[in-house]
């Protein structure tokens, strides 16, 4: 269990540090540089809630816990960058603001559904990216984590570091995040399992 404490916490941040870049250089550029979060979770063989959500097997309840714990790992380590993000020099701060208060907007303003269902596609996304990634198919990785997040689809383990910096930071409303976040856990999850629900054995 240490074992798994400890590489989910070194996922979430490395999925911290993907956004926190992305949120200092934004647009394309700054997509493609969170891809790196992603490339040291696969290269590091960490454990990442959306890495393991298309994979653990449905009818066992020991396989729910370790999913939730390692969710709850990936949320320690996000945190933990967003702590460092917060603390950032004010000019630094007010550069990646801007990015991170249009995104919790975005979450915050939409109907728990609609956030539900377009975190489908990033999940569907990211299990292509994880699954084929640990084949050494590295381009699927290089091109879906830019992917979703130029489509603007939730990330429930991303999103932790957007509303971290929002209540660090900006003195955002800690309520306001629970039900877009777990609306955007709920469709990563199903988002992760539509590929292996379509694939065929040959």
């Known amino acids: 269990m240490l074992n798994l404490t400890k590489r989910s916490i070194a996922a979430g941040m490395l999925i911290g540090c993907g956004g926190f870049v992305y949120s200092m250089v934004g647009g394309v550029e700054g997509a493609v540089l969170f891809a790196f979060g992603l490339f ?102 290089a091109l879906g984590v830019p992917t979703f997040i130029l489509c603007g689809l939730p990330h429930c383990v991303a999103d932790i570091f957007y509303y971290g910096v929002d209540w660090l930071v900006l003195d955002g409303s800690a309520v306001g995040y629970i039900v877009p976040w777990l609306a955007a856990v709920g469709g990563n999850l199903v988002g992760c399992n539509i590929p292996r629900l379509l694939t065929v054995k040959e």
Do not use: C, H
Not at 83 to 112: C, H, Q
Not at 121 to 139: D, H, L, P, Q, S
């Open 40 to 141: 040291g979770v696969l290269y590091g063989k960490w454990a990442l809630y959306t890495g393991y959500a298309g994979s653990f097997a449905w009818r066992e309840a020991k396989d729910w816990g370790r999913l939730f714990y390692i969710l709850a790992g990936n949320w320690v380590g996000v945190m933990a960058i967003a702590l460092i993000a917060s603390v950032s020099s004010d000019v630094a701060i007010e550069k990646f603001t801007g990015v991170i208060s249009g995104i919790i907007a975005d979450r915050v303003s939409n109907p728990w559904w609609q956030i539900f269902v377009r975190a489908i596609g990033t999940g569907f996304i990211m299990e292509i990216a994880v699954r084929y990634g640990r084949e050494n198919k590295w381009a699927t990785v």
